[in-house]
């Protein structure tokens, strides 16, 4: 059930995941988890989105500020993460678009 999601998810020779270098790879990700998701029984996708939504009410300012140095190192001091960030702003207003009117 995951090999569409995971397909789509560049590797580097190593073997770790590499994260998505351009808005069109972005996109495609963001597709093949949105259609994983949506492909989930209503019961188990309502209990998922309240599960994600009750970890998001958790997660207070002082719990993340402690998140911010290790986050900085990883998203705005590497060249990839910059590039992996940019692709996600470019494609984010799709997905949330499509996201929405697949809830409707």
């Known amino acids: ?4 999601a995971n397909s789509v998810v560049p590797t580097g020779s190593n073997g770790d ?8 790879a972005s996109s495609k990700l963001w ?3 949105a259609e994983l998701t949506f492909s989930m ?12 939504a009750k970890a998001g009410k958790q997660a207070t300012r002082p719990s ?3 998140l911010v140095p290790a986050a900085k190192a990883a998203f705005s001091e ?6 992996m ?4 702003k470019d494609v984010e207003p799709s997905v949330i678009a499509t ?4 809830l409707k």
Do not use: D, R
């Open 64 to 66: 993340l500020a402690k």
């Open 1 to 4: 059930k995951f090999a569409p």
């Open 17 to 24: 995941i590499c994260l998505p270098p351009s808005a069109a």
């Open 31 to 33: 597709v093949a988890q």
């Open 85 to 88: 960030v940019a692709a996600g």
């Open 99 to 102: 996201a929405k009117a697949a």
């Open 78 to 83: 590497n060249a990839e993460a910059v590039k």
């Open 41 to 52: 029984p209503k019961y188990e996708a309502n209990a998922l989105i309240t599960s994600i």
